[in-house]
């Protein structure tokens, strides 16, 4: 007659380059990271022990240098399959109760944790794997598109993407104007910038499976001080557009254990209703609906009203805000997927919203969250 199981283990999920593994050793529920780097590693464990000062997050275990990277060892909070993530949140038709209660918990926890801790940092101060290290010489951008030319959108615009800037775009009815190579130097120029940037202490990549429910933050490597328009601007993008669309349709390893993201996918595409050149006047006609499902609308709004304008009104009473977080908000269109490696329809609609973010008459609030879809003229 065999005893009772103390020991139960899996499944195990690879993230990224990270290996996860589920343990649970009598009533302890554990979850052990490997890290191949070291460096982040490092990182994350400063960043936990940081985080942790205004955050709630997991308790950190035990960690262990290993030959090729660290294990780490966390508390493993109550997350299954379809549970215990904001995504699950909004992997619904309808935006619930529960969702807008953990909106109003996490922008105040947000709001708090800012506010006590924004400061005017030097570039050196602030965590900069994000944006800074991307735009340097040799960074992401670079990796992607230096030296590369590729076509907007092949059998669809088939302009290099390179000319785009001799072409006079009309997106949605709207004439706008997006330079490639100049798009690119402007952003490494302005992560070149030596001027403080208004940072506080925060998780750094809030994406919405970083985000637990109950509340609680998740993944580390990015936390300390982090620019916050950066913060905003990641928030924002993923919940816009990453999570509910771009990752799941290009990564779909990451929802393994969070399946009904993918029946939500086509709520939240856009759909590209025209796309034309007309070469006698150099014009590219775009017309496209941004579909974004309604709890994903509710928490960008809910995010928007009671995070991002009341520590707006603290720290840059009269800016606007479409200057400060443009530059955050291009980055992430283009240094999270390399878009030449794209499908076209996608690579056109995100160059189309690239545009957008770099207009002078970009409009965060119609842009993260319009509120309803736009109705081109055909």
């Given at each position: 007659m065999t005893g009772p199981t103390h020991l139960r283990i899996g499944p195990l999920r690879r993230f990224t380059r990270n290996l996860l593994l589920p343990v649970d050793f009598f009533d302890q529920h554990l979850l052990v990271k490997y890290t191949r780097n070291p460096s982040e590693a490092r990182d994350e464990i400063r960043g936990h022990a940081r985080l942790g000062q205004h955050y709630r997050v997991p308790a950190l275990r035990a960690r262990l240098r290993v030959p090729g990277g660290y294990v780490l060892t966390y508390e493993r909070l109550p997350i299954g399959p379809d549970r215990g993530l904001?995504?699950?949140?909004?992997?619904?038709?309808?935006?619930?109760?529960?969702?807008?209660?953990?909106?109003?918990?996490?922008?105040?926890?947000?709001?708090?944790?800012?506010?006590?801790?924004?400061?005017?940092?030097?570039?050196?101060?602030?965590?900069?794997?994000?944006?800074?290290?991307?735009?340097?010489?040799?960074?992401?951008?670079?990796?992607?598109?230096?030296?590369?030319?590729?076509?907007?959108?092949?059998?669809?615009?088939?302009?290099?993407?390179?000319?785009?800037?001799?072409?006079?775009?009309?997106?949605?009815?709207?004439?706008?104007?997006?330079?490639?190579?100049?798009?690119?130097?402007?952003?490494?120029?302005?992560?070149?910038?030596?001027?403080?940037?208004?940072?506080?202490?925060?998780?750094?990549?809030?994406?919405?499976?970083?985000?637990?429910?109950?509340?609680?933050?998740?993944?580390?490597?990015?936390?300390?001080?982090?620019?916050?328009?950066?913060?905003?601007?990641?928030?924002?993008?993923?919940?816009?557009?990453?999570?509910?669309?771009l990752v799941p349709t290009y990564n779909p390893a990451a929802f393994a254990d969070h399946r009904a993201t993918f029946d939500h996918i086509v709520a939240n595409t856009p759909q590209l209703l025209r796309a034309t050149v007309d070469r006698t006047t150099n014009t590219v006609h775009i017309d496209y609906a941004w579909r974004l499902s309604a709890p994903r609308r509710t928490a960008i709004n809910a995010y928007w009203e009671r995070l991002v304008l009341p520590v707006a009104e603290r720290l840059w009473a009269g800016t606007n805000l479409a200057d400060l977080l443009r530059p955050y908000v291009a980055m992430r269109i283009l240094a999270v997927y390399n878009l030449a490696e794209l499908a076209p329809e996608d690579r056109l609609v995100l160059l189309a919203r690239l545009a957008e973010a770099m207009s002078p008459s970009f409009d965060p609030v119609a842009y993260f969250s319009p509120l309803e879809s736009p109705c081109p003229a055909l």
């Open positions: 904001l995504l699950d949140l909004l992997n619904a038709h309808e935006p619930s109760s529960e969702l807008h209660a953990y909106m109003r918990q996490l922008t105040a926890a947000y709001r708090d944790a800012i506010l006590t801790t924004a400061q005017r940092a030097d570039q050196a101060q602030v965590v900069r794997k994000l944006y800074w290290d991307r735009a340097a010489p040799g960074g992401r951008l670079d990796a992607y598109y230096r030296g590369r030319d590729f076509p907007v959108a092949a059998g669809i615009v088939d302009v290099p993407v390179s000319r785009l800037g001799t072409y006079v775009l009309n997106i949605n009815g709207q004439r706008l104007h997006l330079d490639w190579a100049a798009t690119l130097r402007r952003l490494h120029d302005h992560f070149a910038e030596p001027e403080p940037v208004w940072a506080a202490l925060t998780q750094g990549d809030p994406t919405d499976v970083n985000l637990a429910h109950p509340l609680a933050w998740l993944d580390y490597d990015t936390a300390g001080l982090n620019s916050i328009p950066g913060e905003f601007a990641n928030f924002l993008w993923y919940a816009s557009a990453l999570g509910g669309w």
